[in-house]
């Protein structure tokens, strides 16, 4: 493992950077980056759509998490950065799948997982994860998407169920006419078939769920943040006003959100009840 100390500050922990290769269930190694602290607590991050471990705020995040002691890592899903394996348009459960070979991983090594941070898509594999799995205690889901079926005319176009069904695929190009991927209607089905609804209210109340979302991002919408929050039932929505989807001028902001929830204590959290009801209204807006 290649390994590098970009922390020197007395004040700040050792933060060792390690690479590390996770073989999935099927056989394909996801790559990762490890932020050792020596906590045995540790932090697994989830980056976004057709994005990488090494993207903002993936990267911020790990280093913030480094700078309070606590080890994070942050990995490629497979088909991405440098993992092995095929980019799949869609593969919700799949990548919810690759988390949990991380996770099973790690607990191997008797590492304690105290949150999975998810980005974009990679907020709904936490989430879905959570669902699944009644063994994980905190989950931030950044700007998740909860309506899986919008966002698809963008990317593939008008008519797309249409197009679709009559050539059985659609590429979608880049400007210069180059295929960056090609989406199958077995992927498609995929991402139109995976119900966030029930999987947020399958998410049990002893896991704790922030979502984050800017009121500027014109990726996901505000309105999906709403809706996470409407079902699952031990939830804080905190808006950071004038936040687009990468939370570009707000990085800071973002870090000190999540790491807030992540450390305090549950007796400490008076902004979220033991139980929470369904279809409640409280949250926290930022205005930095």
Do not use: W
């Amino acid at each position: 493992m290649d390994q590098s100390v970009p922390t020197h500050e007395e004040q700040h922990p050792v933060i060792q950077q390690q690479k590390v290769a996770i073989q999935n269930s099927h056989g394909e190694k996801l790559a990762g980056i490890m932020h050792e602290t020596g906590s045995p607590e540790l932090v697994i991050l989830c980056h976004g759509f057709r994005s990488s471990k090494d993207r903002i705020p993936m990267v911020n995040l790990a280093a913030a998490l480094g700078k309070m002691g606590i080890s994070a890592f942050r990995f490629d899903f497979v088909g991405n950065g440098e993992s092995e394996g095929i980019f799949r348009y869609g593969g919700y459960r799949r990548e919810a799948n690759d988390l949990r070979d991380v996770v099973q991983y790690f607990r191997g090594k008797k590492r304690s997982i105290a949150a999975i941070i998810g980005h974009s898509k990679g907020g709904n594999a936490a989430l879905l994860y959570a669902s699944m799995h009644n063994d994980v205690c905190k989950v931030a889901n950044i700007s998740g998407r909860f309506n899986l079926k919008r966002g698809i005319e963008g990317r593939l176009g008008k008519d797309f169920l249409e197009r679709i069904k009559q050539n059985g695929f659609i590429d979608v190009k880049n400007r210069r006419g180059d295929v960056l991927y090609r989406v199958t209607e077995e992927c498609l089905l995929d991402r139109l078939t995976t119900d966030t609804h029930a999987a947020c209210l399958q998410i049990p109340n002893s896991c704790r769920v922030l979502t984050v979302h800017g009121s500027m991002d014109e990726i996901v919408p505000l309105e999906d943040a709403h809706e996470f929050h409407k079902y699952i039932s031990n939830h804080k929505l905190h808006i950071i006003e004038g936040a687009d989807h990468e939370y570009t001028s707000h990085q800071h902001e973002l870090a000190s959100i999540v790491l807030d929830f992540i450390t305090l204590n549950s007796h400490q959290d008076k902004d979220m009840p033991a139980q929470f009801p369904l279809g409640g209204d409280k949250f926290i807006h930022s205005r930095f």
